[in-house]
């Protein structure tokens, strides 16, 4: 089985910056692509940032320029580093990865339990 868990979130202020982690374990042979996603009060799940295994990345238009993914793949760790955030990014933001575990042939996508995040002076 494999885990996530995430960390970092909190009150950040509009304009500052926050750091979220999301460590992936358990009986991982490779990770593939690792994801933030958010989801709003009210709103649905909605991806924020994906960065493949070489490296890739990708962001939502409206993260472009402010946010940052990036991962340690000695560590099996994710970040999404957090800068001039605003009101509307409060969210509760889910880690995910694609794992392939030790001893199957295929694929699966995991999620965390996700870590809030308030932006708010």
């Known amino acids: 089985q494999v885990q996530l868990v995430e960390s970092g979130g909190g009150l950040v202020q509009p304009g500052g910056s926050l750091r979220l982690s999301c460590v992936v374990s358990?009986?991982?042979?490779?990770?593939?692509?690792m994801a933030w996603y958010r989801q709003a009060p009210g709103k649905e799940r909605e991806p924020v940032a994906t960065i493949s295994s070489s490296g890739t990345t990708n962001y939502v238009d409206s993260v472009k320029g402010r946010f940052t993914i990036s991962r340690d793949n000695a560590k099996n760790t994710v970040y999404l580093q957090m800068n001039s955030p605003n009101p509307e990014d409060t969210a509760v933001y889910y880690c995910?990865?694609?794992?392939?575990?030790?001893?199957?042939?295929?694929?699966?996508?995991?999620w965390g339990k996700g870590t809030l995040v308030t932006v708010s002076s």
């Open positions: 358990g009986s991982i042979f490779s990770i593939n692509t």
């Open positions: 995910n990865a694609v794992v392939l575990e030790r001893g199957k042939t295929f694929t699966l996508s995991y």
